[in-house]
């Protein structure tokens, strides 16, 4: 009963800070942190038995977990190419490493700078998913990238956490039984993707009995790796993995959001109640190297490599800074090294409160990125090269600039646009996705390589001589940059945007963009027609606007 009463005072106490963090406009993340900061030991110190807590938060990242197995498609993976798998192996190596390192030069032994050193090399799965899913820009080409850094992650960590709990007294008895355990775990599991897909195909009738099932493959999951002596976050993840190799996946990750949602707030309150600032004070000098490596060094390792691999400043900024952050998988690591006694509990505590603080700049990060991109932009103009590159054949080239279309992002909607008007006028795309890239080049179509908002980039397309501009990219920002930009210059160029909702919608609207296309409401073949016919009567186009603007807001209530 007194876990019970725990529990419902965690998400009553997380519930108020979410209010607060809301209202100062700030990450949720902070509230649940706050919550159990306030709760613990530092705090009203209703809730300090230490088994307890931590058997509360392995229930929750074994949740978090199965969220983080249930994205996992290994096709998508192979499918990124050689060169982002390669660049993901050699940070975390390296990451590993610099951990390593530091810890052995300030005389820690092997194991305890074995765990940091994984402190150090893998990302929070699921913090820079759910920043991505906020932004809309899991497609994106840096989310993909960032997805397929992290899926490759969680496999090396699931491997790590196989092994780690034998370090302190490894022998050839403990060796063969992790072996054969192993062999075992990897049975069951190739047992369970092969008849899954039946199961779930029947049981998918049922919404209620869909939602019982992938429960059954999660506890049923949990229950094995406990047996076998694993953690129960190898159980979440291992289900997620088996229940993502089905056409259900989908659904079942709707389904189960609500729970996920609960037990993430949970999780971060527990890691808020271990929060240790008197551990962090009397390591100080510790704590900010571990903290400079995960936030600061291993962002700028990977701008750096995507930069150099042709990814563009913009891109390689938002990988970077979306993975500047230790793992949820350090908890589970943590907690197996202050079981084992591989470690004591103030060790526990460094790991858990470097892994909290780094968690929270992370959103911050989000929020600076563009501004963080503008300035280095601003500062180096003599990296041009890294911001604008014409790749589209010459011959392609519009030989008139003027009254062309401009297609800004060529992905989703706008495939459809660049199709449909190739016929009737001269096209010019804007894309800094290289699998894109190819294909336009492939169908002729003349593309440019760059970020929209760079100066020489308007200049090239001579932006203000446009009949119309499609921007068909997530950012808004992006967007508004170049609404103002061109309506302060021409008053026949026709803009239209794209909005993830009503409220960004809105927001364009209110800078005197023409049109805005929400996918939410309008399939991309419709949206294409639909503009279509205004154009051949652009009296329509304020009628239209401001008919979508008033369904746009009746939405709202």
Known sequence: ?????????????????????HKLKQPILLGYILAGIVLGPFGLNIINDQAEIIAVGELGVAFLLFSAGIEIDIRNLISSGVKVIVTGIIQIILCFMFGY???QMLGFNQVISLHFGLLIAFSSTMIATKI????????SLHGRIIITLLILQDILAIIALLFIGNLSSININKINDVITNTEILVGIV??????????????????????????AVLFLMLGIVTYLGFSLGIGGFLAGFILANTMFKSNIRAEMKPLREFFAAIFFVSLGIQ???????????LFSGLLILTSLIKPLMLIIAFVMLGYGLRNALLIGLLMGQSSEFSFILAKIGLSTGQFGQDTYS?????????????PYYATVSRKMYNIIKNRFRKWRSSFIRVVGHPANKPKHMKDHVIIVGAHRIGKSIIEHFKKKADVICVEHDPEILKELKKEGTYHIYGDITNEEILKELDIHKAAIIFLMIPDIDDQLFVVDNVKKNSKNTVIIGRAHDKYDALKLYAHGIDYVIVPEYVSSTNTVHMIDRILKNKKEWKKHREKHIKELKERMY
Not at 280 to 285: F, I, P, T, V
Request: aromatic content about 8%; cysteine-free; overall charge negative.
């Open 1 to 21: 009963m007194e876990l019970l009463f725990h529990m419902g005072l965690m998400i009553t106490l997380s519930a108020v800070f979410m209010y607060i963090t």
């Open 101 to 103: 390192l530091l810890l």
């Open 132 to 139: 991505l899913v906020d932004k809309d820009e899991t497609s």
């Open 190 to 215: 190739i047992s369970l993707v092969l008849v899954m897909p039946k199961i779930l195909e029947y049981s998918a009738k049922d919404k209620r009995l869909l939602y019982m099932t992938s429960l």
């Open 275 to 285: 929060f240790n600032p008197v551990v962090l004070l009397h390591s100080a000098g």
């Open 350 to 362: 460094l790991i858990i409160s470097t892994v909290v603080v780094s968690i929270l700049i992370t």
